[in-house]
């Protein structure tokens, strides 16, 4: 009787042989540039200390607890949170809007989608340093609201609307890269269905929701949880408006990390805080491809 796990045929051991050759280019600079930081952090997160002579020792999960009663810690978590939330929903409708409209043969569409692609490709610093000056007490918002009878708003000293000015930076930075993900899902959807729904009488929005949210759902999904990584990781926004002021208000938790890691020179602490950010992005990821196979 022949065994169901008989040695493989040489010409399938050669094919096999050659994926890995091909392979491990990619798979080295993997292991460098990712698996080896990801590991690094994670040990680090277990050690005490700075890379000076007396060097880093061994604390265990004592930095982990130090997150866990820290209350700036959930401060700057419910920061991120807020900031993550508030981001990405409106980052999200916005550019679908503007995608369903842009799809559509209207006057200036190549110019439009080239304006509001424009602020994806532009340095977020620079870009932050425009909004700081734009959202002053003396600067030009405030002068507008003045003009047209509204008080000026302290929007950078108020912890009530600063967190809204940061928030207001990272929709107009993501709209344009969103915008062409979604032109781009829309492009997939065959022009047949909709002409099949008008002859069925369908109007304008039962077309929209019947036909392309359905066929945009991977699209949406994708465009959700970048959007959702980058709002998580942003740096620029508090480190060049707000300082992560005031109050604390606007102190994200990459910012935080960036402070505790460099400011304060606790870095198995920083690492133990930016274990935890790696885990809520791999939470998202997995999210993403869990409902990419998920049928509707």
């Avoid at 304008?204 to 759902?217: D, E, K, N, Y």
């Amino acid at each position: 009787m022949t065994s169901d796990f008989s040695t493989p045929p040489k010409g399938d051991r050669r094919e096999v042989q050659e994926a890995w050759l091909f392979l491990a280019p990619a798979l080295i600079l993997l292991g460098i540039f990712v698996l080896y930081p990801i590991l690094y952090l994670a040990g680090l997160s277990f050690t005490q200390g700075s890379f000076t002579r007396d060097g880093l020792h061994w604390v265990g999960l004592r930095n982990y607890w130090r997150l866990l009663v820290n209350p700036d810690f959930w401060q700057v978590l419910g920061n991120t949170a807020y900031f993550t939330i508030a981001t990405v929903i409106p980052a999200l409708v916005v550019p679908l809007g503007l995608a369903v409209l842009l799809n559509r043969t209207v006057a200036l569409r190549g110019l439009l989608r080239t304006a509001y692609f424009i602020p994806s490709i532009t340095s977020l610093v620079a870009v932050g340093l425009g909004w700081r000056w734009l959202f002053q007490t003396e600067g030009p918002v405030n002068a507008m609201l003045t003009w047209i009878g509204l008080p000026a708003i302290p929007w950078l000293s108020s912890t009530v609307w600063a967190m809204p000015v940061l928030i207001l930076l990272s929709i107009w930075k993501q709209l344009g890269f969103n915008m062409v993900v979604f032109l781009a899902g829309l492009q997939t959807i065959p022009p047949s269905r909709y002409e099949a729904a008008e002859l069925d009488g369908a109007n304008g929005w039962q077309q929209f929701w019947h036909i392309t949210l359905p066929g945009l759902r991977p699209t949406l999904i994708f465009a959700a949880v970048t959007t959702a990584i980058f709002t998580l990781r942003s740096f620029e926004q508090p480190y060049v408006i707000t300082g992560g002021g005031p109050l604390n208000s606007t102190n994200l938790l990459v910012y935080y990390i960036y402070n505790e890691a460099f400011s304060q020179f606790d870095f198995g602490y920083a690492a133990a805080a930016a274990t935890v950010l790696l885990a809520l992005t791999l939470v998202l990821v997995v999210l993403q491809l869990r409902f990419s196979q998920t049928d509707l």
